[in-house]
């Protein structure tokens, strides 16, 4: 009977030995998980600070770089539209924790989409002096093929256009590849080529042919 409660007592001290050990074990785990769930806590207000940051950044670099292009479209579109109140506004705005842009034309106090409001030759100078700036900023090699790009340009402004494209050309180095059926454009070409389309059997032959100061 001794033996017994003596096996019973040192059974109940092994236990409560190991319940010691697993509940020593339990409370390093929550201090370890309590450190976890501190740090975690305090990675997510870092990473908060660092998006409200980089989206303050982003904010005020969009709306910099907005502010320049509009600067330079505008005064683009001034020198070639000489003898209108014309203005291209970028809008920048936020929806849904996205930045967004669009293109706006002012003129004469109107407001409006290129295109849509205004013709064809607003538009397609706005695109022209867009994709000069897009070349200049990228660090893209200094070429720019327009391809019947100011077709749409009334014939009042071709002078202008041509003279404007001519001087872009040689103050910042770019070489410009115009393909147009508007002459009137050769006046401020450096070089100037005229193609001939010839039929050879069941294909066509494009012949290009250095045009000389006498021939334009």
Do not use: P
């Amino acid at each position: 009977m001794q033996q017994e409660l003596e096996d019973r007592c040192e059974s109940v001290l092994r236990k409560m030995d190991r319940l010691r050990a697993e509940r020593s074990a339990l409370v390093k785990r929550e201090r370890q998980l309590e450190d976890e769930i501190a740090e975690s806590v305090e990675k997510a207000r870092i990473l908060v600070k660092v998006e409200e940051l980089f989206k303050f950044l982003l904010d005020k670099y969009v709306h910099r770089y907005a502010e320049s292009f509009s600067e330079i479209v505008t005064e683009g579109l001034q020198a070639i539209f000489y003898d209108q109140d014309i203005e291209f506004e970028i809008v920048v705005g936020q929806k849904n924790g996205k930045v967004w842009i669009d293109f706006e034309t002012v003129q004469d106090g109107v407001r409006g989409q290129a295109l849509q409001s205004f013709g064809g030759g607003v538009s397609s100078v706005e695109s022209l002096l867009l994709r000069l700036l897009v070349l200049l900023k990228t660090g893209l090699a200094k070429y720019l093929i327009l391809d019947e790009s100011l077709a749409a340009l009334s014939e009042e402004y071709v002078d202008e256009a041509g003279q404007f494209i001519r001087r872009m050309s040689e103050e910042l180095g770019i070489n410009v590849l115009l393909i147009t059926h508007n002459k009137a454009f050769l006046d401020h070409a450096h070089t100037a080529y005229q193609a001939d389309q010839e039929s050879a059997g069941e294909r066509e032959r494009l012949t290009l042919k250095k045009m000389s100061s006498k021939q334009r």
